[in-house]
Nanobody
Framework: VQLQASGGGLVPAGGSLRLSCAAS????????MGWFRQAPGKEREFIAT????????QYADFVKGRFTISRDNAKNTVLLQMNNLKFEDTAVYYC???????????????????WGQGTQVTVSS
């Protein structure tokens, strides 16, 4: 599976962006998907994850109420709608796929098998 993240850019604080993760190579309909981010000098951190049918989601506390993860399995795509962006949201954002059949969602980066190349999000204060 190859993952291609896009949609990043420069946005003022309070603005919105929608990130897209397009998968190729095989269908991701059976994979749990996640978004992570990494700021300079910091470790990669979990943002959100979604079950393979999209019925269950989980978010990091610092994005609850601002970010929404969704998926369109017919288009082999996962989205991350980001609203009310803050300066501290500045980072490279990565999408990832978890191919395990386990039902439970995971927030651990090590549990994901495939990663996209990342897209830069810069929020100006």
């Amino acid at each position: 599976v190859q993952l291609q993240a896009s949609g990043g850019g420069l946005v003022p604080a309070g603005g919105s962006l929608r990130l897209s993760c397009a998968a190729s190579g095989r269908a991701i309909g059976n994979y749990k998907m996640g978004w992570f981010r990494q700021a300079p000098g910091k470790e990669r951190e979990f943002i959100a994850t979604i079950s393979w049918r999209g019925r269950r989601t989980q978010y990091a506390d610092f994005v609850k109420g601002r970010f929404t993860i969704s998926r369109d399995n017919a288009k082999n795509t996962v989205l991350l709608q980001m609203n009310n962006l803050k300066f501290e949201d500045t980072a490279v954002y990565y999408c990832a796929a978890d191919r395990t059949g386990a039902d439970a969602l995971t927030t651990r980066a090590g549990d994901y098998d495939y990663w996209g190349q990342g897209t830069q999000v810069t929020v100006s204060s």
